[in-house]
Every structure is written in C-alpha cells, then in structure tokens.
C-alpha cells in the first residue's frame, strides 16, 4: 500500500501571481489560501494527491531522465498549480511530455512559462500548441519573454494579433529582439517599406524572422525588379509566405508564355501583367487553369529544365537574373509612384 503524503496547504500564489484577466478557464483568482484545511485537488473535488496523475507525470519525465530528483509533493504542488490555470489531466500529462524536468527550478520554469503564456489571453490549448511546436520557449528566462513579447507590441502587433502570430510561428519567442529589429531594419531601409507595411508583413508572414537578411532581401529584389511589383502589392500578395523558388517558376513560366512582362523604367508594359496575389496567392491547379492557361505536364516539365538551367548558370558563375544589380537609389525613385 502506498504511503499518502501529508496535504500541502501551501497556495498557488507563492508559485504564480494571480491573473488580473481572470480567463474563462483560468481559475488563478480562487487559488486555495494557506489557511485553507482543504488538501490538494480542491478544484476537483479530490481530499488527497491524484496518484494516477502523478504517476503519469512522473513515467513521462523518466523516459528522459535516470534520476527524477523532483518530489512527490513538488509534483503535486505542480499539477495543482495547472489544475488552477484550467488544465486537465490529460493536458497536464501533454504538457510534461514536451520536454523532460529533472529538477525543482525547471519544474517551477515550467510553470511560470506557461503563466506567461496565459497571461498573453492564449487558452490553454493554444498554449499547449506553442510549446508543442517550439519547445524551447520553456528555456527563456520569464523577464526576457516578457521584454520581446513587449517589443512585438512596440511593432505594432497589438492583442489578437500578437496571439495570433504567437500561435502561427511560436519559435518568435526564442528570438533575441536584436535579430527581430534587424530584420525590421532590413524591410524599412533596404526595402523601404513602411512601419505599417512591415507590421502587415509580421502579422502575415512571421517566419521571416528566421531568414537570412540576404535572401530575404534578395526576394523582394527579384519581386521589384524583375515583376515590377512595387511594396503595397508585395504586402498585399503575402510575398514574402512563399518560397522564392515558387515565385520564379510561377513567373517565369508565365514569362516565356508571353502572359507576363517586366516593365520598363516608367512602369509600362505591352501586355496586361496578372496581379502577383493571383499568380502566387492560389493554388498551382488554379494557376495553371485561370491564369497559364496551360496543363500540370507542362509546368512540371518546364521546372524541372528550369532547375537545370540555374544549375548550370551557378556553374558558370552567373546569378541567373536580369535587373537585380540595381541601386538602392531606384528603389526611391518609384516608392513614391501609385
């Protein structure tokens, strides 16, 4: 027979500060007080630990570790804590299965993460989803979270976008905010976008946070220079969600059926160019059909001899592009034109 472990009295509130948003699910502000008699689980009824909860926890932190320094009265504290911010059991178990804890200090790391998280109004299963998808966010220090949740906010991204980015490309939160602000410094300088362009292109397109500065800028070159789409029709088509490679079989295929022209200096072409969001913002069946007017076979023997060709034109040191050697100073020249 397993021995039962005294009750902890112990509140919630020497673990986590209490939530002034009071969630639907949050039950932070009906933490059980220190001079409470009632033991664990109150929330659910139970006078005593869940050792079937326990338990669950306990096996899936030792698939990672040897040792499991952490107590049984630590774990409990632990899952009451998440039993307060509206977890159930199963989350709570989902919750220790995204990354190990071998000590007290990650466990109480892990705890306050997750209140950080909450706080920002994501529910407990969008929380969930972000540390499943960038476990990491359980390593960032709680001042440091907070401090580049705030700097997204200074860039515009206000609530219900900012959880909405969060939600898209969690690993945003593991970014130093000096990688962030150069990559905003990139698209207002060197792309000239505007502060409110760039928020659009944050909120849309989170991920560019990732890319390395020199492509990412060298796909809105190839955008500007050889579409001659200018920055309003760049935010507006989420270019920067598609891949380069797909922007440059899409163009060029359209390019050499004579369905698109590059424009000359004043912006002019011969022909009526497609609008870029109707090239790269549907589906390849909807491209072919609506606007190459051609067949699945074709494009897909015309991207494999482009891909040939640009290997070829590595080879001999060639970029393979027409007009991207332009200056900065053209770029200004037409920001302005409508």
């Known amino acids: 027979m397993r021995e039962s472990l005294p009750y902890i009295l112990q509140s919630t509130v020497s673990l986590l500060r209490l939530c002034p948003r009071r969630h639907t699910a949050c039950k932070f502000g009906s933490a059980v007080s220190s001079d409470s008699n009632e033991g664990l689980f109150a929330v ?25 320094p952490i107590k049984d009265a630590e774990l409990d504290k632990a899952a009451e804590s998440l039993h307060k911010m509206g977890f159930t059991d199963d989350q709570i178990i989902q919750l220790f299965k995204i990354q190990p804890v071998s000590s007290a ?4 790391q892990r705890l306050t993460i997750v209140s950080e998280l909450l706080f920002l109004d994501l529910s407990v299963d969008r929380t969930l989803k972000v540390l499943e998808g960038s476990p990491d966010v359980l390593k960032v220090r709680t001042k440091t979270l907070q401090d580049r949740v705030e700097n997204l906010r200074r860039l515009g991204l206000g609530e219900g976008n900012l959880q909405q980015v969060i939600s898209q490309c969690p690993s945003i939160l593991t970014l130093p905010q000096k990688c962030v602000d150069a990559t ?4 207002k ?10 928020t659009k292109i944050l909120r849309t397109a989170p991920n560019i946070l990732h890319e390395v500065h020199q492509d990412l800028e060298f796909k809105f070159q190839y955008a500007y220079f050889r579409m001659g789409i200018k920055q309003q029709e760049a935010v507006k088509s989420r270019l920067f969600s598609t891949t380069l490679t797909e922007i440059k079989n899409r163009h060029i295929f359209l390019e050499r059926l004579g369905r698109y022209q590059t424009p000359d200096k ?12 109707d090239i790269i913002g549907v589906s390849e069946d909807v491209f072919l059909t609506k606007i190459a007017q051609s067949s699945a076979k074709e494009y897909q023997v015309f991207k494999k001899l482009l891909a040939l060709e640009e290997e070829e034109e590595e080879e001999d040191g060639s970029d393979g592009t027409s007009g991207d050697e332009e200056t900065d100073s053209e770029y200004e020249d037409s920001y302005d034109e409508p």
């Open 105 to 108: 200090p990650a466990l109480q």
């Open 266 to 277: 004043k912006g002019q072409t011969q022909i009526c160019n497609p609008k870029l969001n």
């Open 184 to 187: 905003v410094r990139l698209l």
């Open 44 to 68: 659910s009824g139970n006078l005593g630990p869940d050792w079937k909860l326990l338990d669950h926890v306990r096996l899936s932190i030792a698939k990672h570790s040897r040792q499991v």
């Open 189 to 198: 300088e060197r792309c000239l976008f505007s502060a409110q362009q760039v």
